[in-house]
């Protein structure tokens, strides 16, 4: 479903991705682990058409993303793909369920079904009772959960995760990753999962190391 082939990134003359290739199936989670500034970010983030690749190709369900206009790059990332990020980067100004509404809105859903929708996935991560609530009122493990919402509530091809429990306690980062894989997985929904956590990585059905750029794959021995 999604493929990269020898990917190459570059900033300035630096290499932050070299010859990377990987391939996910539908509904499969990977992990990609690594040190801070190993350049798996930056591969998330090529996965993702974010950031375009200087060599080499990314492929969803059969199309190249270098191939694809600014305007179906952005219909792909908001119709296609989920994200979470490692402090949730909720809108300070709208309430939980308006926060994991907004993909739905963007595709152009009617207000009332998109929060309906919202607070279902919502129940379903055990934050029902606090739907009408501003991100500031709710904890840090709670925030990331509506995050979680936010990614899945339109059902995407794949949920590009970028250290989603780097800023939880290990409780907390727990509980949070065993709802939102039990959740993608309900789904079909594929995760490619960025982490430093090698206790988060296990969790995956594939794993990939990176350093200085260069991306291994691992057996489930060595992960």
């Known amino acids: 479903m999604l493929s990269a082939r020898a990917v190459e990134l570059f900033y300035g003359d630096t290499p932050a991705v070299q ?25 998330l983030y090529c996965l993702a058409g974010v950031l375009p690749v200087a060599r080499g190709e990314v492929r969803f369900e059969g199309r190249a993303l270098g191939q694809l206009s600014d305007e179906e790059l952005s219909s792909l990332r908001r119709e296609r793909f989920g994200f979470v990020f490692q402090y949730g ?3 300070p100004e709208l309430t939980v369920e308006e926060n994991a509404a907004l993909p739905l809105r963007l595709a152009g859903q009617r207000k ?3 929060l309906t929708a919202a607070g279902e996935v919502l129940g379903r991560l055990g934050l029902a009772d606090l739907r009408h609530r501003r991100p500031a009122q709710v904890s840090g493990g709670q925030s990331q959960r509506v995050a979680v919402a936010r990614a899945l509530v339109h059902r995407p091809a794949v949920v590009f995760a970028d250290e989603p429990t780097g800023s939880l306690d290990s409780a907390n980062a727990s509980a ?21 956590d090698s206790q988060v990585a296990s969790r995956a059905d594939s794993h990939y190391w990176m ?8 057996a489930r021995e060595e992960a």
């Open 89 to 91: 980067e909720l809108l």
């Open 112 to 114: 009332k079904e998109a």
């Open 176 to 196: 949070v990753l065993e709802e939102f894989l039990s959740l993608a997985r309900s789904q079909g929904t594929a995760v490619v999962l960025v982490t430093h």
């Open 19 to 43: 010859n990377a290739s990987l391939s996910l199936r539908r509904g499969e989670v990977a992990a990609i682990t690594g040190q801070s500034g190993s350049g798996k970010s930056s591969l």
């Open 211 to 218: 350093c200085d750029g260069v991306l291994s794959a691992l």
